[in-house]
């Protein structure tokens, strides 16, 4: 790494940074700093928490001469609105002793508040592709003054969901600017796709794309079951002091809520939730009260997966195995950030057995396999998802002759008492979640 006093950096983008106490800068920043301030174009790849966003702010505000200009001059564009949030942050904590004006757009608030501030200038525009464009397409801002363009989690952006709508803001670029791409990962198909869209960039990568981070402790379980899978998590979230703060991904909302109204029951107030059916404030709140210790658990769906910087999150577990390998790296990465220590576990279903072992092909390595422990049980109780559709596949008249009475009768009765304890916990968990929905529910979200 090199010192920060060899770097060519300003005075008071120096002074910022020993604020912060950094003094060296890290792999990514180190090789990427002359490339960016030659003016090419350039993709980076370096592994999550290694320091990219200040690996493209460092040598974009060295550049950055003062200006009372309207229109922005840099953009960036991020796949999150808690991602512009951060970024925003960042860029004021390097432009401290600066008079930069940055802004961050982002949907889910307010357009015509924001529309106001951009009208009012500034030098930096963080933003998600989608509000951006509408803020354009309302004539509230212009893009002709911008020189750099910066597309952080690129991978993600190029994909299929985003790629019509950064497709749109391009055409409304100065065709002459620099284009700044980074990641933690890259897909093939991505990286062909920047070859068509940007003419060549330089590369920059300090890993080969889904290296993990070493820093970070990986294990998994195989677990019969969604049920039990919620049993293990209580079993190891009780058992040591060592699970300090603990970000739990699944896969989609509404699984995200039942684990939510399970670990609430269990840990009462100190469970959070985040996913892209809650307002914005919520959101917000979420991740604030995650990262300064409110709350020490934080369910989420791969909705914060991307770029999320918090503070000493001690483990990532992963509820459930994603379905891009990708996303796993970007789960796990939201630990171990900054060269800090980190823990990964991974739950894997045998369905679920072939995503675990992409990801494992991605990784080159094979994660360390933990025995289930004898404590926690194992449930019988299937989820709707997991039971087999049995009405469609045999009709009603089947069903019904296995559960006349007779010795077949009691059996089931016997194996019902075992899971009783699942289907009754199950119901009072259906039934609060409806009144807490009530009570908490995403419109009702507190206002800060
Ligand atoms: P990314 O996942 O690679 O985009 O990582 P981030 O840019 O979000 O940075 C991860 C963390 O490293 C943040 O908390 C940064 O503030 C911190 N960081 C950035 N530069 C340095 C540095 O030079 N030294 C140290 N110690 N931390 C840094
Ligand atoms: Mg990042």
Do not use: W
Request: charged content about 25%; some cysteine.
């Amino acid at each position: 790494m090199q010192a920060l006093s060899e770097v060519n950096l300003s005075t008071q983008l120096r002074n910022a940074m020993n604020d912060l106490a950094f003094d060296k800068l890290t792999p990514i920043q180190e090789k990427s700093y002359p490339v960016i301030l030659s003016g090419e174009d350039v993709v980076g790849i370096a592994q999550t928490g290694t320091g990219k966003t200040f690996a493209y702010l460092l040598p974009i505000l060295k550049e950055l001469k003062f200006s009372n200009q309207v229109n922005p001059r840099v953009l960036v564009l991020v796949p999150t609105r808690e991602l512009v949030v951060q970024i925003v942050e960042q860029v004021k904590l390097l432009t401290k002793y600066m008079s930069t004006r940055v802004l961050g757009v982002y949907g889910g608030t307010n357009i015509k508040t924001q529309a106001q501030e951009v009208g009012q200038g500034a030098d930096i525009i963080i933003a998600t592709p989608g509000r951006l464009y509408d803020l354009v397409l309302s004539r509230a801002l212009q893009l002709k003054a911008i020189s750099k363009l910066v597309i952080d989690e690129v991978d993600v952006m190029l994909d299929l969901g985003f790629r019509f709508q950064l497709k749109n803001i391009f055409e409304l670029l100065p065709a002459r600017r620099q284009n700044i791409m980074f990641s933690a990962t890259m897909t093939n198909e991505v990286d062909l796709l920047i070859q068509d869209y940007f003419d060549a960039p330089t590369q920059i990568s300090i890993a080969v794309s889904g290296t993990p981070l070493e820093n970070i402790e990986q294990s998994c379980y195989s677990v019969v079951n969604f049920n039990t899978k919620t049993n293990l998590l209580a079993h190891l979230l009780h058992g040591t002091e060592e699970y300090e703060k603990v970000l739990v991904f699944i896969a989609n909302k509404k699984s995200a809520d039942v684990l939510f109204e399970f670990l609430e029951n269990e840990f009462g107030s100190r469970v959070g939730i985040i996913h892209s059916n809650k307002t914005q404030n919520y959101r917000l709140r979420s991740i604030e009260d995650f990262e300064n210790g409110t709350t020490r658990i934080l369910v989420a769906t791969d909705v914060i997966a991307r770029g999320l910087d918090i503070e000493a999150i001690s483990h990532v577990i992963n509820f459930d195995v994603p379905q891009y390998p990708e996303n796993y790296m970007h789960r796990i990465g939201r630990t171990g950030r900054a060269e800090q220590a980190g823990k990964t576990i991974l739950f894997y279903t045998e369905k679920e057995l072939t995503r675990k072992e992409s990801i494992e092909a991605l990784m080159e390595l094979q994660i360390p396999m933990m025995d289930l422990p004898a404590e926690v049980e194992i449930s019988a109780v299937l989820t709707a998802e997991e039971r087999p559709h049995i009405k469609e596949k045999y009709g009603n008249h089947k069903l019904a002759q296995t559960s006349e009475p007779g010795t077949s009768f009691h059996e089931k009765k016997e194996k019902n008492k075992r899971t009783n304890l699942g289907g009754a916990y199950k119901r009072e968990i259906t039934s609060k979640y409806k009144k807490a929905q009530h009570k908490r529910g995403n419109k009702g979200g507190k206002k800060r």
